[in-house]
């Protein structure tokens, strides 16, 4: 099992969901998520600090995928980044084992 954050500009966040359940749809698989709301920071792009300065924000989402689903995401991160060019997208994988 992989894990899988995606750090967004909140003006993208409903692209990333619409594909992200489209994916779950055509592959037969539940989709499932955790959203975090209000996240703030610096990437490639201006900061995202939801202040007077910097007043956007970006959102995270925590995903445990299996293996065989890590390309799927990859390709939804690389059609987001062809439609959204300038706009902070991100995804990190690292391995995950549930404990129980």
Known sequence: MK???VILTQA???DFVALYEKACRQSFSKCKYTKINDV???GNTDPKLGDAIWPQL???FVLYVEEKFVPVIAN???KLHKKFVGEGAAAF???AKELI
């Open 58 to 60: 970006n959102v995270m």
């Open 76 to 78: 939804i991160m690389k």
């Open 93 to 95: 994988i690292s391995d």
């Open 40 to 42: 703030v920071g610096q």
């Open 3 to 5: 894990r899988i954050e």
């Open 12 to 14: 993208i966040e409903e």
